[in-house]
T-cell receptor, first 115, second 114 residues
Framework: AQTVTQSQPEMSVQEAETVTLSCTYD???????LFWYKQPPSRQMILVIR??????QNATENRFSVNFQKAAKSFSLKISDSQLGDAAMYFC????????????FGTGTRLKVLA | EPEVTQTPSHQVTQMGQEVILRCVPI?????FYWYRQILGQKVEFLVS????????KSEIFDDQFSVERPDGSNFTLKIRSTKLEDSAMYFC????????????FGDGTRLSIL
């Protein structure tokens, strides 16, 4: 069975600085997808970025980028030029490419952005 | 942009009562999911639904739980006899068939069992 681990329960970053959130996972599959979701206090789960395992290139979405290390089973999220609105809980999620495509989530990292 | 909508946003129920949580997935989506998040804990998969039947369920999804898509637009989660430990945030999600497409989540229903 697949597992997802986020080892940082909480992180803080100064406004305009860069922060990296860690995620590792365990799987025997070779083809899968990885996602980062943001959950602000309003509680809606918002997609931040996704990565296909078969792609070598790291995904980038504006100020958000990932460092995907397939061999190490690591999928970290880098937030550049942090803004107050980035403050939220961030969840890493694994999704298989077979079966029902359910998500397996990590325990989350709460990001605080300091003014 | 189309959204997944959930009602109610907050439900308070006495232990032992039945509750129905409602979701309207995005209209062209084919896969539907329910997840649960107990306060302070991670989001957990409950059940997936495709082609009008359950395609996978977790060990949490016992006989007290059921899902239904009664009219082609709504997707409901029913808990037949609620327990205190059912108190949680329940998220509905949907996705298109294509395996690369992400799931879109609703805002969640906070269920409080007294």
């Amino acid at each position: 069975a697949q597992t997802v681990t986020q080892s940082q329960p909480e992180m803080s970053v100064q406004e305009a600085e860069t922060v990296t959130l860690s995620c590792t996972y365990d799987t025997s599959e070779s083809d899968y997808y990885l996602f980062w979701y943001k959950q602000p206090p309003s509680r809606q789960m918002i997609l931040v970025i996704r990565q296909e395992a078969y792609k070598q290139q790291n995904a980038t979405e504006n100020r958000f980028s990932v460092n995907f290390q397939k061999a190490a089973k690591s999928f970290s999220l880098k937030i550049s030029d942090s803004q107050l609105g980035d403050a939220a809980m961030y969840f890493c999620a694994y999704r298989t490419t077979s079966g029902t495509y359910k998500y397996i989530f990590g325990t989350g990292t709460r990001l605080k952005v300091l003014a | 942009e189309p959204e997944v909508t959930q009602t109610p946003s907050h439900q308070v129920t006495q232990m032992g009562q039945e509750v129905i949580l409602r979701c309207v997935p995005i209209s062209n989506h084919l896969y539907f999911y329910w997840y649960r998040q107990i306060l302070g804990q991670k989001v957990e998969f409950l059940v997936s639904f495709y082609n009008n039947e359950i395609s996978e369920k977790s060990e949490i999804f016992d006989d007290q739980f059921s899902v239904e898509r009664p009219d082609g637009s709504n997707f409901t989660l029913k808990i037949r006899s609620t327990k205190l430990e059912d108190s949680a945030m329940y998220f509905c999600a949907s996705s298109e068939y294509f395996r690369g497409e992400p799931q879109h989540f609703g805002d969640g229903t906070r269920l409080s069992i007294l």
